[in-house]
């Protein structure tokens, strides 16, 4: 089964520096995705970003970039310019390629969770 | 607003009881997932459901059922309740069997009193 570590429970960080979220997981097949989803204190779940593991160009969105390192199983996410917007819970998720037809989970298998905090 | 509507938003019981969740996928989606976000597990993957048809299940507890409908909704059927039940209980949704985005609902709190 695949596990997803995410080993820092608290970060903080001043508002517009930039901060590295850590997150690395463990797993036997060589395709797969990943992802980061937010939580405010709204309790809704966000996607941030996502990665195919078989792209090795790191994924991008505006602020938000992740470092894949598939070798070493890591997969951070950078947050840079933090915002007030952006504290929240960030979670690192994991998804098998293969389903269905008996047996597998197929749903995503996440981290237990940074808390970020930003200091105005 | 996402597109994925959780019915009720909280939800108070006692000890033994049953009740129901609902979800309705965003528009267009196919599959829907359910997943349970709770203190000591965090948050876990139970089961889906791919246009009717479980497709995959998780660390779903045998008192959990799903069922989703011909017309795309799904309900989360919790029985035996038990204090440890207590948890946000979310759906998400998806446009095929193997699309990796999800959309997620804003959540049924449940509390097992």
């Known amino acids: 089964a695949q596990t997803v570590t995410q080993s820092q429970p608290e970060m903080s960080v001043q508002e517009a520096e930039t901060v590295t979220l850590s997150c690395t997981y463990d797993?036997?097949?060589?395709?797969?995705?990943l992802f980061w989803y937010k939580q405010p204190p709204s309790r809704q779940m966000i996607l941030v970003i996502r990665?195919?593991?078989?792209?090795?160009q790191n994924a991008t969105e505006n602020r938000f970039s992740v470092n894949f390192q598939k070798a070493a199983k890591s997969f951070s996410l950078k947050i840079s310019d933090s915002q007030l917007g952006d504290a929240a819970m960030y979670f690192c998720?994991?998804?098998?390629?293969?389903?269905?037809?008996?047996?597998?989970?197929?749903?995503?298998?996440f981290g237990k969770g940074t808390h970020l905090i930003i200091q105005p | 607003d996402s597109g994925v509507t959780q019915t009720p938003k909280h939800l108070i019981t006692a000890t033994g009881q049953r009740v129901t969740l609902r979800c309705s996928p965003r528009s267009g989606d196919l599959s829907v997932y359910w997943y349970q976000q709770s203190l000591d597990q965090g948050l876990q993957f139970l089961i889906q459901?791919?246009?009717?048809?479980?497709?995959a299940k998780g660390n779903i507890l045998e008192r959990f059922s799903a069922q989703q409908f011909p017309d795309l909704h799904s309900e989360l059927n919790l029985s035996s309740l038990e204090l440890g039940d207590s948890a946000l209980y979310f759906c998400a949704s998806s446009v095929g069997r193997n699309s990796y985005g999800y959309t997620f609902g804003s959540g049924t709190r449940l509390t097992v009193v």
């Open positions: 998720a994991y998804r098998s390629p293969t389903m269905y037809s008996g047996g597998g989970a197929d749903g995503l298998t």
């Open positions: 990665q195919e593991a078989y792209k090795q």
């Open positions: 797993t036997s097949e060589s395709d797969y995705y």
């Open positions: 459901y791919y246009n009717g048809e479980e497709r």
